[in-house]
């Protein structure tokens, strides 16, 4: 869209809201002063609702369940753990067994210092 396509646009949209502005204002002067300092609510001309429809009989009420009794659980005999492979990493891709019985190796995370690998900037000249 070109710019002088769009600078017609936000004139004649602004145009249009000064236009609802006044026409809201005219509205609100226009009103009966009988009808701004009324207190009461409107009656309305509604007609009367049809009667209630007969009730239906109220539902069957559900069976109450009872817990089942279930036997203790029978405890598995542990798993052994794979063999690591050859090259050094672990064979779990780094997923910590939770539930194993054999301990499995953890790997700690570097050391670093803090700082960039690089120094201090060193100073522009002419400001000594």
Do not use: C
């Amino acid at each position: 869209m070109s710019g002088t396509m769009t600078d017609k646009g936000i004139f004649f949209l602004v145009l249009f809201l000064a236009l609802l502005l006044v026409l809201f204002i005219y509205a609100v002067i226009r009103v009966p002063p009988e009808l701004a300092d009324s207190q009461e609510h409107p009656v309305l001309d509604l007609p009367e609702p049809p009667p209630p429809a007969p009730t239906a009989p109220a539902p069957q009420p559900l069976p109450v369940r009872r817990p089942r009794t279930l036997a203790p659980p029978v405890p598995a005999p542990p798993v052994p753990a794979p063999p690591a492979p050859a090259f050094g990493g672990s064979s779990n891709g780094g997923y910590a067994a939770r539930h194993a019985t054999v301990a499995v190796p953890v790997i700690t995370a570097p050391k670093v210092s803090g700082g960039p690998p690089w120094g201090p900037a060193p100073k522009p000249p002419g400001l000594e």
